[in-house]
């Protein structure tokens, strides 16, 4: 087990965690809510350093990263645990139970890999990535070094005081916003919607960031939400790309999948004020990007994979916008 950062030591051989917004007090024996931090004789210990539940090469594509090296490859990694309980969660083996079959992986180990795959970098995704803080952190460090990209596919429910010392070595995240309802955040995923929008407003300043939203039936997807939250993406900026995904019936959930047609609304509200909007976990689906200045069509994907595209640089081919994100 590895020493575990972000923690205070407290009367009584108990221990606050101060890693994300729960900033649990854990009496010994215990670990926190993410279940992964174990408080032992009054220091925490992180249960998961160098432990993989899965190591797979993806697309970018599939992080959800479409303005981020279209088309490139990236060498992913998750583990157990989630600070945040989503009845709804599409990866529930993983991130609500401690029980998947692991494989060790150190942060050399994960570097060489990632160096020998033909991998942009290392994406940490799966499950919440900042709860994996010290193992994070050190192989971000490493693949820096080596010019890999460290990319975070992660929920946002984090301190900022993490935040900012992962930061430096981050060259991309997407960012769930599951809802800009905070009733949702408490009722349905045991957090909160204020540090989230912390979190993103503060990683749009670092690094490129994207936002995706998976739209459950019923909880988190009438019109109202729907304006609400684009309005709210909007005054970070028309360009940030923002993906809704459909939900599936899985975890604790029995809400039918997500209708295509409450997705393609979503698509409609959100296009009226944002210049990149797309919809994603629906089956042979096909997206395009378009020049927001001359509409030309620049990148066609069906799937995960780009069947077109048409930048020069990172700029539009016809008319010379510049297009947000980092292209090859
Ligand atoms: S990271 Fe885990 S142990 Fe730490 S405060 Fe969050 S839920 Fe609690």
Redesign the pocket.
Known sequence: MQTAA??KEQPCDKVQ????????I?PTGK???????LNLKGA?YSLIYSETTGVGLDPIEKKPLYHFFPGSQILSLGTN?C?LSCSFCQNWQISQTGNSERQKLTPDGAVRLARQESSIGIAYTYNEP??WFEYVLETAKKAKEQGLKNVLVTNGFVNPEPLMELLPYVDAMNIDLKSINDRFYRQTCNGSLPPVKRTIETAQKHCHIELTNLLVPGKNDSEKDLLELTAYVSTLGKDIPLHFSRYFPLYKATEPATPVSTLQNAARIAKSKLNYVYLGNLEGEESSTHCPKCKEELIRRKGFLLETYHLSGSNCFKCGCNIYGSFK
């Not at 965690?17 to 900033?23: I, Q, R, T």
């Not at 670990?31 to 931090?37: A, D, E, P, Q």
């Open positions: 972000f923690w965690c101060v890693l994300c917004p729960h900033n649990c854990i670990s926190g809510i993410c279940k992964v931090r925490l645990g600070n900042f709860i």
